[in-house]
């Protein structure tokens, strides 16, 4: 069974700075398909960004960019240019990419703060 | 605006009472929907995959009598809690699939069993 492991509880970051959210995962899989969502006091789960692991290429939304190291079953997220908004729990997830209906898979979370 | 509905958002019941939470994929069909839970300040536990026209899946320690889940059609799934009991006190979130696309998650519902 594939598991993610977020070992930062609680993370935090000045307004405007950056701040590196770790991840990581075991599978024994070679196509799947990695995730961060925020969720934020609302409890709505939103997606930041994914990342397909056939692609070398970090994925990158805006501010929110990756560090993708397949071989080192590594995913960390980087938040640039640090907003209040940000503020929230961020989760890691793993999907297989073996059928088109497997569940995501979650890590138990980061929550990060943002100091102004 | 949301593509994946919850209702309610929260339910205050009586212990022993049976709750329904309805999960609705509003513009698109779900042949399949996730069940999770989460207990606060925790990660999303898996409980069970919803299928369209079949029975669902449970994950292993989730009792599928407590927990019942129907999916009635392609754009409804629905979880009712039996005879709820405080320790089922949680939040519940559902999730579903755009064909071929993105994941989407439902609003949560918070419940509370008194």
């Known amino acids: 069974a594939q598991t993610v492991t977020q070992s930062q509880p609680e993370m935090s970051v000045q307004e405007a700075e950056t701040v590196t959210l770790s991840c990581t995962y075991d599978?024994?899989?070679?196509?799947?398909?990695l995730f961060w969502y925020k969720q934020p006091p609302s409890r709505q789960m939103i997606l930041v960004i994914r990342?397909?692991?056939?692609?070398?290429q970090n994925a990158t939304e805006n501010r929110f960019s990756v560090n993708f190291q397949k071989a080192a079953k590594s995913f960390s997220l980087k938040i640039s240019d640090s907003q209040l908004g940000d503020a929230a729990m961020y989760f890691c997830a793993y999907r297989s990419a073996m059928s088109g209906n497997t569940p995501l898979v979650f890590g138990k979370g980061t929550r990060l703060s943002v100091i102004a | 605006g949301a593509v994946v509905s919850q209702h309610p958002s929260w339910v205050i019941c009586k212990s022993g009472t049976s709750v329904k939470i309805e999960c609705r994929s509003l513009?698109?069909?779900?042949?399949?929907m996730f069940w999770y839970r989460q207990f606060p300040k925790q990660s999303l536990m898996l409980m069970a995959t919803s299928n369209e026209g079949s029975k669902a899946t449970y994950e292993q320690g989730v009792e599928k009598d407590k927990f019942l889940i129907n999916h009635a059609s392609l754009t409804l799934s629905t979880l009712t809690v039996t005879s709820a009991h405080p320790e089922d006190s949680s939040f519940y979130i559902c999730?579903?699939?755009?064909?071929?696309?993105?994941?989407?998650f439902g609003e949560g519902s918070r419940l509370t069993v008194l």
């Open positions: 990342q397909e692991a056939y692609k070398q």
């Open positions: 513009d698109f069909q779900a042949t399949t």
């Open positions: 999730s579903a699939r755009r064909p071929g696309g993105e994941l989407f």
């Open positions: 599978t024994s899989e070679s196509d799947y398909y």
